[in-house]
């Protein structure tokens, strides 16, 4: 059996069962808590050997590091899409399998770029469930979209940083399990342009690191997890802290991008065939002005609108991630481009139909339907705005033709 269809079976068998229940521990009490359901569901998937399933493919060799023993479920980018989607149909699922971000990306990098010592402290209590993470990169004063713009100074002062500046949108800050976050600032404004960032590890108890607010999007907290406004005031790390080196913060975050990016596009998939369910659902059971929904033109129309453009995102959403495993994340940007770009606003689409086909009851949290359209919405922003990519795409697309034009 392959992992796409032992994870699908895991979810309907053991997720999807305990949602309502999940829903009531969720909004019972604290907001922000570990949720015990969840707990028992991830001792399980680990249990069945679903875990780290996102882990990089090894090499098959070992390392001087012996990295080897911080190695995961080893599937390629295309296995892992496809059971990232079953992952996104329910909404805590991808906790479960240690598979949901920041986490992800974040282990990722220590995989790809921490030293020996640096895994053994922040990866492999990661990799193990035992703490979780976050990624601090954008900040309220810049436009973030460009990463040269941050401010956040990272200033030497003998075998430490000192660290000042306003995080935001740091995701996970509000769990009570996070310990450790990986921060994007500059350590030397006079380098080149994209050598002037650097990413060092910072953990949350440090002093100086201050929760100032947890943000809100579009009226939900999205609690337990949550997007922190972090103020770091003269917060000292050690030197031993800096991920793979002074100034190479700029390609790290290429390199963590690269794979986040398609992860939430893998699991808005799920989320989408999710709405597309409900919606049919919905239509084929409700009768107004004398005949099932579902046999109003206007509604066929959107149906099958929305099983074409699901198919046609999954297509190159799998394109994608192929690329990654056969020519490497670099080679595959333009189609990484694209697909961040489309899969949000495809869900979006469909689940503003959902919304509709369930009138008033849509915009309520009775069908999840609000919350999943809120969350989609945000990923037209994370990891780069679409602006961004579709400029990237535009911009490869004028130069398949600049010497025809020149001629």
Known sequence: ????????????????????????????????????????VKARAKAAGLWNLFMPPSSGQVQADDSFAFEGTQLTNLEYALCAEEMGRIGWASECFNCSAPDTGNMEVLHRYGSRAQKESWLKPLMDGAIRSAFLMTEPAVASSDATNIQTAMVRDGDHYVINGRKWWSSGVGDPRCRVAIVMGKTDPAAARHAQQSMILVPLDAPGVRIERMLSVFGYDHAPHGHGDVVLEDVRVPIENVLLGEGRGFEIAQGRLGPGRIHHCMRTIGVAEEALAAMAKRLVGRVAFGKRIADQSVWEERIARARIDIEMTRLLCLKAADMMDKAGNKAAHLEISMIKVQAPNMALRIIDDAIQAHG??????????????????????????????????????????????AR
């Open 360 to 405: 008033g009851a849509g915009v309520s949290d009775d069908f999840e339907l609000a919350s999943a359209w809120a969350n989609v919405r945000t990923l037209r922003l994370a990891d780069g705005p679409d602006e961004v990519h579709n400029r990237t795409i535009a911009r490869h697309e004028f130069g398949r033709y600049a010497e025809v034009a």
């Open 1 to 40: 059996m392959s992992f796409r269809d032992r994870v699908k079976r895991f979810v309907d068998a053991e997720i999807r069962p305990r949602d309502a229940e999940c829903r009531i521990q969720h909004g019972d009490g604290e907001r922000w808590k570990v949720i015990p359901l969840i707990e028992a």
